[in-house]
């Protein structure tokens, strides 16, 4: 059994971003291999799995719905690339900021079986009927000085994939950001070393 953890970046991002944090996770999870795709679309510098131009609470739903037929083909071929399939071998998603609102999106519409999601800086953008798998765990990381996206998200995010029937975990760390921490990043390692085992 493998197990293969993609992570989704943030807007005006790009994978390579993250390659601290895979190297950060090779030491609690040496089993696991690390990958870290560039979203779909150019934005600035860097890439988004949609974009933010005249976006508003409202549409967002919408813009994360047109984004879900590129993410599944990324991830399909990153699996097909590690000879990975989920439900045989163990999934795990995880995403910052925009990269996260995919991550929860995949949890909220049950895509593919994980075997853990973890959001950082995130929140739930997914339009109802919110359908998790009860056996997909998730944790929610989110800084409570994040003046990008309020922790709040999080905090409201947890609350209603719970209600709908998935496993939540949350971990808030006071005077953080919109980034990511060392203590957030392995509590997250934890956790998904919890799930793998």
């Given at each position: 059994?493998?197990?293969?953890?993609?992570?989704?970046?943030?807007?005006?991002?790009?994978?390579?971003?993250?390659?601290?944090?895979?190297?950060?996770?090779?030491?609690?999870?040496?089993?696991?291999?690390?990958?870290?795709?560039?979203?779909?679309?150019?934005?600035?510098?860097?890439?988004?799995?949609?974009?933010?131009?005249?976006?508003?609470?409202?549409?967002?739903?919408?813009?994360?719905?047109?984004?879900?037929?590129?993410?599944?083909?990324?991830?399909?071929?990153?699996?097909?690339?590690?000879?990975?399939?989920?439900?045989?071998?163990?999934?795990?998603?995880?995403?910052?900021?925009?990269?996260?609102?995919?991550?929860?999106?995949?949890?909220?519409?049950?895509?593919?079986?994980l075997a853990a999601v973890v959001a950082?800086?995130?929140?739930?953008?997914?339009?109802?009927?919110?359908?998790?798998?009860?056996?997909?765990?998730?944790?929610?990381?989110?800084?409570?000085?994040?003046?990008?996206?309020?922790?709040?998200?999080?905090?409201?995010?947890?609350?209603?994939?719970?209600?709908?029937?998935a496993q939540v975990s949350t971990w808030?760390?006071?005077?953080?950001?919109?980034?990511?921490?060392?203590?957030?990043?392995?509590?997250?390692?934890?956790?998904?070393?919890?799930?793998?085992?």
């Amino acid at each position: 059994m493998q197990t293969l953890i993609i992570a989704l970046h943030g807007v005006g991002s790009r994978g390579a971003d993250l390659a601290s944090l895979g190297e950060l996770w090779q030491q609690t999870l040496p089993q696991a291999r690390f990958v870290a795709p560039d979203g779909p679309a150019r934005c600035g510098a860097g890439f988004e799995w949609f974009n933010l131009a005249g976006i508003t609470p409202q549409n967002r739903p919408e813009r994360v719905v047109a984004a879900r037929a590129a993410l599944d083909t990324c991830i399909a071929d990153l699996c097909a690339q590690a000879s990975v399939q989920p439900g045989r071998d163990r999934l795990v998603v995880t995403g910052f900021s925009q990269g996260a609102i995919m991550a929860l999106d995949l949890l909220a519409r049950n895509a593919l079986p994980l075997a853990a999601v973890v959001a950082f800086s995130g929140r739930l953008a997914s339009p109802a009927p919110l359908q998790p798998a009860r056996h997909s765990p998730l944790l929610l990381v989110h800084g409570q000085a994040d003046p990008v996206i309020p922790w709040q998200e999080s905090q409201a995010a947890a609350r209603q994939l719970a209600e709908a029937g998935a496993q939540v975990s949350t971990w808030f760390e006071p005077g953080l950001g919109h980034g990511l921490s060392l203590t957030g990043a392995q509590q997250a390692a934890d956790f998904i070393g919890q799930q793998l085992n």
